[in-house]
């Protein structure tokens, strides 16, 4: 069956870096386009950056450009985001997810394939 396991996550300062990292099983991955949500307590979960099958074409939510990259490795099946510079409204519990078409399905959130999270606490 598909699976997708995020890594990475942890309690950090302010100003650290963290990368995530998403294994991925069960599906032809140089097929599906990835991405990355991530849920705060109290809030709805968010789109965070999405990444094509080449790896060309990426996408962000505006909160984040300039900090986070999302990059993909096909030969390991995984995908990974970097975040760098984070900050203490960066905690929440981030989630991979895939999906077979465009980035811009994940930009609306349009998947059915997900991870079970990985927790990123930022402590001021």
């Known amino acids: 069956q598909v699976q997708l396991v995020e890594s990475g996550g942890g309690l950090v300062q302010a100003g650290a870096s963290l990368r995530l990292s998403c294994a991925a099983s069960g599906l032809t991955f140089s097929i599906y386009s990835m991405g990355w949500f991530r849920q705060a307590p109290g809030k709805e979960r968010e789109f965070v950056a999405a990444i094509g099958i080449s790896g060309a074409s990426t996408r962000y939510t505006d909160s984040v450009k300039g900090r986070f990259s999302i990059s993909r490795d096909n030969a390991k099946n995984t995908v990974y985001l970097q975040i760098n510079s984070l900050k203490p409204e960066d905690t929440a519990v981030y989630y991979c997810?895939?999906?077979?078409?465009?980035?811009?399905?994940?930009?609306?959130?349009?998947?059915?394939?997900w991870g079970q999270g990985t927790q990123v606490t930022v402590s001021s």
């Open positions: 997810a895939a999906v077979m078409g465009s980035p811009g399905l994940l930009v609306q959130g349009r998947s059915n394939t």
